[in-house]
């Protein structure tokens, strides 16, 4: 009768057939991919994943460019609209909407990295400026 007791005892200390050590061994193989997983998120100089494009939008009224200056990703899209009773134009070196009357607009991909600075070419005192990271 004894060695059915000892046997019983030797099945509770084993939960679902794992023995204390194996649930020892399986608790700290999960803790170190967890911050094996973290470390690696987080590591510097890890590329970063590439969003998506965004569309900014460019209001031209009361003869000026709002917002005047606009920090734009490579790949971004920024319309710019004439909200104004007189036409304008957003030019710079390199691109050029052409005339915009008042509810037209025109859509510009930043392509190349770089500083901006563009003008209404009707009213030269019109700047602003677009920085393509």
């Not at 590591?43 to 606009?70: C, D, T, Y």
Request: charged share 20%; glycine share 8%.
């Amino acid at each position: 009768m004894s060695a059915s007791v000892n046997k019983q005892i030797g099945l509770r200390g084993r939960r679902n057939g794992l023995s204390i050590l194996s649930r020892l061994v399986l608790v700290f193989a999960v803790i170190l991919a967890v911050a094996a997983v973290s470390l690696t998120a987080s590591w510097p100089g890890q590329a970063e994943a590439k969003s998506e494009p965004v569309m900014h939008v460019v209001e031209i009224r009361q003869f000026k460019f709002f917002p005047a200056n606009l920090t734009v990703n490579r790949g971004d899209r920024i319309e710019f609209k004439n909200l104004d009773i007189a036409p304008h134009t957003a030019t710079a070196q390199g691109w050029d909407s052409g005339n915009l009357t008042r509810g037209q607009s025109w859509t510009l991909t930043a392509d190349e990295a770089g500083t901006f600075d563009y003008i209404c070419t009707y009213h030269p005192a019109m700047k602003g400026r677009i920085t393509v990271r």
